[in-house]
């Protein structure tokens, strides 16, 4: 499955004010860097994989339309995945994206 345009085009418009964002082919999906960290992700698995600092995980699976990200066969602490019903609204979407913005900011630049 290919990642989904139109939130890949909604990632660009709430992250079009922040320096340092590139795109990247990651995942099967379109990942939004923040000075080489990535924050978010129009997964190729549909939703939105976003990055999150590793001690929230457990509190924010608990969040309706969440799951815990699996790469390998083992869970991802600081990976979410968020499903379509969990990024429908903008306020939704800006919610997600300005956590992972915000952690990915807080790491070294690559």
């Not at 590793?54 to 990200?69: G, I, V």
Request: hydrophobic share 40%; charged share 30%; net charge neutral.
């Amino acid at each position: 499955m290919a990642y989904d345009e139109d939130l890949a085009n909604r990632l660009r418009e709430l992250l079009a004010g922040e320096h340092g964002v590139e795109e990247k082919r990651m995942f099967g999906g379109l990942a939004f860097l923040i000075n080489g960290n990535m924050a978010a992700c129009a997964s190729g698995k549909g939703g939105l994989m976003v990055r999150v600092p590793p001690d929230d995980t457990a509190e924010l699976l608990t969040r309706d339309h969440t799951e815990p990200m699996v790469m390998a066969g083992r869970e991802a602490r600081g990976w979410i995945r968020v499903g379509d019903d969990g990024v429908r609204t903008k306020r939704q979407l800006q919610s997600w994206v300005t956590r992972g913005v915000d952690y990915a900011k807080s790491l070294p630049a690559k």
